[in-house]
């Protein structure tokens, strides 16, 4: 490993500040790409789903491809993919949902303004993110036969987003003229996530191995929760702004996005073929925070009841990952 001569601590205070720089970087791609976005003038879904939702997910992509160049890395890789849809639906969904009750104190509940086209779009990415996961426990193992139809589903799926008219507004020049400016910004902040992937997949790995952790455990829960943040402050963001729909694209579209294209990379780029087995317990729990968010989504209506439903089962995921370490 790369960072071994540092130590345990010196890997920590590499892990704590690769993470404070991917937060800043993720940042920066993701306010330049809504920018971008709002020039050229795609819808609300498109935006949420497909380029929120991609920008968040830029640390996800970053730490699997990096993770496959070391085979003792892939169950951070793997690990962070499954444990990144949990705590974006379980912490950050459980969070957003606390934020709006709060800022309707009168109201116990509120209803869901989404819109029919931008539902269905929800309904297929959490579909999907809870077929999979399932799927591959059933056949035991997965290769890269599956990582390239993983791909293969997200090019399709985004094929068809991209296929939904734009809006038409009016844009004034002086904007239109600094849209190069953005994407410049935005590959910017790109590029620097994926170099502190890097030193985050390193130190995790290191971390893992001397304190007799897992890696895929760390991967489900350091890394995760680290990944994730861009997730978090998007949506808490758009939440205090008032746009719930907005945050529940930016989640549901990087639930989809890690179980397709992040997980199917992994998986084309490993040479081994992965036992799912040892992923099953973390599975399960996304299959079943789906299926949650799933049935709120058809009720059209959440409270705070939803929220601490939500935050609850993250608190139990904790518990029994943690808690299988025990002998």
Not at 17 to 34: F, R, Y
Not at 267 to 291: G, H, K, Q, R, V
Request: hydrophobic residues 55%; proline residues 3%; charged residues 10%.
């Amino acid at each position: 490993m790369l960072f071994e001569g540092v130590g345990l601590i010196g890997n920590a205070l590499i892990l704590l500040a690769s993470l404070a720089i991917l937060v800043i970087a993720s940042e920066l791609t993701i306010n330049n790409s809504v920018k971008v976005s709002e020039l050229t003038g795609f819808g609300k879904t498109t935006v949420g789903f497909i380029l929120v939702g991609f920008a968040t997910s830029l640390p996800e992509f970053s730490v699997s491809v990096f993770a496959v160049f070391n085979p003792g890395s892939v169950g951070v890789s793997i690990g962070n993919v499954l444990g990144s849809n949990i705590v974006n639906i379980a912490l950050v969904l459980g969070v957003c949902i606390f934020l709006m009750v709060l800022k309707r104190p009168r109201f116990p509940s509120f209803v869901l303004t989404v819109a029919k086209e931008e539902m269905g779009s929800l309904h297929f990415g959490l579909f999907i993110a809870s077929i999979i996961p399932l799927a591959l426990l059933y056949i035991g193992s997965a290769s890269r036969f599956v990582g390239v139809f993983l791909t293969g589903l997200f090019v399709f799926y985004m094929i068809q987003l991209a296929r939904v008219k734009k809006t038409e507004k009016g844009v004034p020049k002086s904007e239109k003229r600094r849209i190069r400016r953005y994407v410049s910004l935005a590959l910017a902040g790109a590029s620097v996530v994926i170099a502190t992937a890097f030193f985050i997949v390193e130190s995790s790995s290191f971390i893992a191995t001397s304190v007799g952790v897992p890696p895929v455990i760390i991967g489900a829960t350091v890394v995760a929760f680290g990944t994730s943040i861009p997730e978090f402050a998007t949506s808490v963001s758009s939440v205090r702004k008032g746009f719930f729909d907005m945050a529940l694209g930016n989640i549901v579209g990087s639930c989809f996005i890690n179980i397709t294209l992040i997980l199917g990379v992994a998986l084309i780029a490993s040479p081994l073929s992965i036992d799912i087995a040892a992923f099953s317990n973390i599975a399960m729990f996304s299959l079943i925070t789906n299926l949650f968010l799933w049935y709120f989504l058809s009720n059209e209506r959440m409270s705070w009841r939803e929220g601490t439903l939500f935050i609850v089962l993250y608190a139990v995921f904790l518990v029994v990952t943690f808690g299988g370490l025990n002998p």
